[in-house]
């Protein structure tokens, strides 16, 4: 199979252990229908130059930032990070994981969501590990510039949480969606918000779609645009802006073709900090509309 920039054989499909459709027990009703013209779906596109930049330029993607966070919580960038060959390489390491044997994936398997690492890899290799760990890195930047961009787009204070948000919680899942027989009927990950502040995710190809509100409640397949990320307005950000801002509902489809694979990097407060409404979004017209929660009460009630 050819994913975006590479190629990727992860795992046992159900065609090579010789199904050729989806086991009963994993056959659900068809959902609404999904838009995948992708040359008919316009996502909102954020370049990271222009708002780097002072003046006019910064001003109007400022602009427009808010509005895609008003309109859908969702957009993609092409920040400066995918252009230094981690993109691909971050890749080919998820999908080595996903290529090792089940009895050394599931040495790490845990509920435990304190763990550092969850059926995952030792990451004894160097190389691993430094791939991952620059990956981190710059999202990390990427994420914490973003936030401040949209706190700052919102018209509170710069410094709004700074603090909080750079030594929050940041928390990745890697996951592997192998080719489906007939992934109409297959059951697959339903729509739903993050928890978080912020997600930003890298995928080798399309299967992330955006619930549209604006469309009887169906699903926008985002293109797979080589070199851009796909970034999700979380509920705390929902929180924060007092509903001015709406978390993005999502889901992952499946496809008879590809093994996808999707990199999600969730990024919010600490576990047992709470997220409230800023202040200055909330006077007699805008009444609070959400009470204050953090991630650890979401977990319990989960």
């Given at each position: 199979m050819s994913g975006a920039g590479g190629s990727f054989t992860t795992g046992n499909t159900a065609q090579e252990m010789g199904f050729d459709h989806v086991p009963e027990c994993y056959v659900v009703s068809p959902s609404k229908?999904?838009?995948?013209?992708?040359?008919?779906?316009r996502v909102p596109t954020v370049d990271m130059s222009r708002l780097r930049r002072n003046g006019e330029e910064r001003s109007v993607t400022i602009k427009e930032l808010g509005e895609a966070c008003?309109?859908?919580?969702?957009?993609?960038?092409?920040?400066?990070?995918?252009n230094h060959g981690i993109r691909q390489s971050i890749l080919e390491a998820a999908a080595g994981f996903f290529n090792l044997p089940a009895k050394e994936k599931l040495k790490f398997k845990s509920s435990d969501v304190y763990k550092p690492v969850r059926y995952s890899?030792?990451?004894?290799?160097?190389?691993?590990?430094?791939?991952?760990?620059?990956?981190?890195?710059?999202?990390?930047?990427?994420?914490?510039?973003?936030?401040?961009?949209m706190i700052e787009s919102l018209a509170i204070s710069p410094n709004h949480l700074s603090q909080k948000l750079e030594?929050?919680?940041?928390?990745?899942?890697?996951?592997?969606?192998?080719?489906?027989?007939?992934?109409?009927?297959?059951?697959?990950?339903?729509?739903?918000?993050?928890?978080?502040?912020?997600?930003?995710?890298?995928?080798?190809?399309t299967g992330l779609e955006i619930l549209d509100v604006d469309n009887d409640g169906n699903g926008i397949v985002v293109?797979?645009?080589?070199?851009?990320?796909?970034?999700?307005?979380?509920?705390?950000?929902?929180?924060?802006?007092?509903?001015i801002y709406k978390s993005a509902v999502h889901s992952a489809t499946l496809n008879s073709e590809m093994t996808r694979i999707s990199i999600a990097s969730l990024h919010s407060l600490g576990m047992d900090?709470?997220?409230?409404?800023?202040?200055?979004?909330?006077?007699?017209?805008?009444?609070?509309r959400y009470r204050e929660s953090s991630f650890s009460e979401s977990s319990l009630k989960d």
């Open positions: 229908t999904s838009s995948s013209d992708a040359d008919g779906v008003r309109c859908r919580g969702f957009f993609q960038v092409r920040p400066w990070v995918v890899t030792s990451l004894k290799d160097g190389v691993d590990k430094k791939r991952w760990g620059k990956y981190c890195a710059e999202v990390r930047k990427l994420t914490l510039e973003l936030m401040g961009t030594h929050g919680m940041k928390v990745m899942a890697v996951n592997c969606y192998p080719p489906c027989p007939e992934p109409d009927t297959a059951l697959w990950l339903p729509p739903h918000s993050d928890y978080s502040c912020l997600t930003i995710i890298l995928q080798n190809s293109p797979e645009i080589r070199g851009m990320l796909q970034v999700h307005v979380g509920d705390h950000f929902e929180v924060l802006s007092n509903g900090d709470k997220m409230k409404a800023a202040e200055e979004l909330v006077d007699e017209q805008n009444p609070r």
